[in-house]
C-alpha cells in the first residue's frame, strides 16, 4: 500500500545534541517531498521541500533534508538542536492526483 | 503568520447544531484544502478545490460540506456532527495542488 511512514512516535534529544527524524515512503514515482513542523495549538509551518535537483536540501530553522532514492528515505536532520525546536514533525509527499499524504508524526521533546 | 487565516479558532458545538468553519488565503493561490487532525492519527485530507472546482473527496461523511466561493476563501458547513469528529480542522492553500502547502492556525473543534 502506498504509505508516509514516520517509524520514531516520539524522540528526546538534548539540547545541543545532534538530531535525525526518520521518513520513508512508499510510491511508485519520486514525489514531491517536504517536512512540515507544528507548535501546540498551531497550523504546520513548512520547513523544507524537494522536488528534484540537488539530494540535500536545506530549510528554515538550520534545518536540512537528505533525499536517498534507493532507500525511498527522506530523512531530516538538524545539527544543534535548541529548545525551540521541540514540537511535532511532519514528513509528507506529493502525489500527481492532487492528494499530500503526511506521516503519523514524530514529537521532539529537548531536554535541558 | 503564514497567509492563512482560519475562523474560528475554537469551537463548542451540539450535535444537532449547524455551524461553518472559514478559511481564507491572502497569497494568491489556486488550491485550498480542508484536513482533519485527530489525537494519535495522520492528517486526513478531507476536500481539495484547485481553481474553485473540487478536485478531491476522499470519502468525507456528507454532514461536512465543503463551498469555495472563490479561490481566496473556503468553507466547511457543518451538520449532525458526532462526537468522534471532534479534532483540529485546518485549512491550507498551495499555489498548484500537491506542492507545498501553507496552513492556518486551524480550528479546535469540541461536539458535545
Known amino acids: 500500500a502506498q504509505s508516509v511512514t514516520q517509524p520514531d512516535i516520539h524522540i528526546t534529544v538534548s539540547e545541543g545534541a545532534s538530531l535525525e527524524l526518520r521518513c520513508n515512503y512508499s510510491?511508485?514515482?519520486?514525489?514531491?517531498l517536504f517536512w512540515y513542523v507544528q507548535s501546540p495549538g498551531q497550523g504546520l509551518q513548512l520547513l523544507l521541500k524537494?522536488?528534484?535537483?540537488?539530494?540535500l536540501v536545506q530549510g528554515i530553522k538550520g534545518f536540512e533534508a537528505e533525499f536517498k532514492r534507493s532507500q525511498s528515505s527522506f530523512n531530516l536532520r538538524k545539527p544543534s538542536v535548541h529548545w525551540s525546536d521541540a514540537a511535532e514533525y511532519f514528513c509528507a509527499v506529493g502525489l500527481n492526483n492532487n492528494d499530500m499524504r503526511f506521516g503519523a508524526g514524530t514529537r521532539l521533546t529537548v531536554k535541558p | 503568520e503564514t497567509g492563512v487565516t482560519q475562523t474560528p479558532r475554537h469551537l463548542v458545538m451540539g450535535m444537532t447544531n449547524k455551524k461553518s468553519l472559514k478559511c481564507e488565503q491572502h497569497l494568491g493561490h489556486n488550491a485550498m484544502y480542508w484536513y482533519k487532525q485527530s489525537a494519535k492519527k495522520p492528517l486526513e485530507l478531507m476536500f481539495v478545490y484547485s481553481l474553485e472546482e473540487r478536485v478531491e473527496n476522499n470519502s468525507v461523511p456528507s454532514r461536512f460540506s465543503p463551498e469555495c466561493p472563490n479561490s481566496s476563501h473556503l468553507f466547511l458547513h457543518l451538520h449532525t456532527l458526532q462526537p468522534e469528529d471532534s479534532a483540529l480542522y485546518l485549512c491550507?492553500?498551495?499555489?498548484?495542488?500537491?506542492?507545498?502547502?501553507?496552513f492556518g492556525q486551524g480550528t479546535r473543534l469540541t461536539v458535545v
Open positions: 491550507a492553500s498551495s499555489q498548484e495542488a500537491n506542492t507545498e502547502a501553507f
Open positions: 510510491y511508485g514515482a519520486t514525489p514531491y
Open positions: 524537494y522536488f528534484s535537483g540537488d539530494t
